[in-house]
């Protein structure tokens, strides 16, 4: 808080531009950079799992006191654990390997039967016309080419998204990891 240029101690309601500060370093203090290759790096974005939003919303939304911003800062319990931002981002990596193999069977596709045999068995049915398959194997192909140029950029940041959390329709990602 002091940081921030908010007194600890302080009574009353914080100045939003000190809230903000504060807002920024949380943010700063649980981003987290798990790898790097070449020119890239990987980093991890793991709020507090009690956040319901990112920093600077869940701290304004507790500018009410100097009493709620600094429990809201002090706040650890993170979403990912060590293990988990480590195979986050390890994932990335397996994560491009398996988009390059699935670009390389979707442009032979058309020349070879064996590339043409996964597609048929990953995306048609016994129903699904040549001019439907080669629809969706462009539509496939452009969508994997744009998940190869996002794992293989510059800068990967990884998060959950603190405002689905408690939705029953998005738990389908890291809790059955971690039990």
């Given amino acids: 808080m002091e940081a921030a240029d908010l007194n600890p101690d302080g009574t009353g309601v914080p100045a939003e531009a000190g809230v903000k500060k504060a807002a920024l370093l949380k943010f700063l203090r649980h981003l987290y950079l798990v790898g790097e290759r070449g020119s890239q790096q990987v980093w991890i974005l793991s709020t507090p799992a009690a956040y319901t939003k990112y920093p600077q919303c869940e701290l304004l939304d507790a500018k009410a006191s100097f009493l709620t911003v600094k429990a809201k800062l002090a706040d650890i319990t993170e979403k990912f654990n060590t293990t988990t931002r480590k195979r986050l981002g390890e994932a990335t990596q397996l994560g491009l390997a398996w988009v390059e193999a699935a670009k390389i069977v979707l442009t032979r596709a058309d020349s070879d039967a064996q590339s043409m045999a996964k ?38 940041v990884i998060t959950d998204l603190p405002q689905k959390r408690g939705d029953s329709n998005q738990e389908y990602t890291i809790r059955s990891h971690q039990q």
Avoid: P
């Fill in 119 to 156: 597609v048929k068995r990953w995306f048609a049915s016994d129903t699904t016309s040549a001019e439907d398959l080669n629809q969706t194997i462009k539509s496939v192909l452009a969508g994997f080419k744009k998940m190869a140029n996002s794992l293989n950029g510059n800068l990967v």
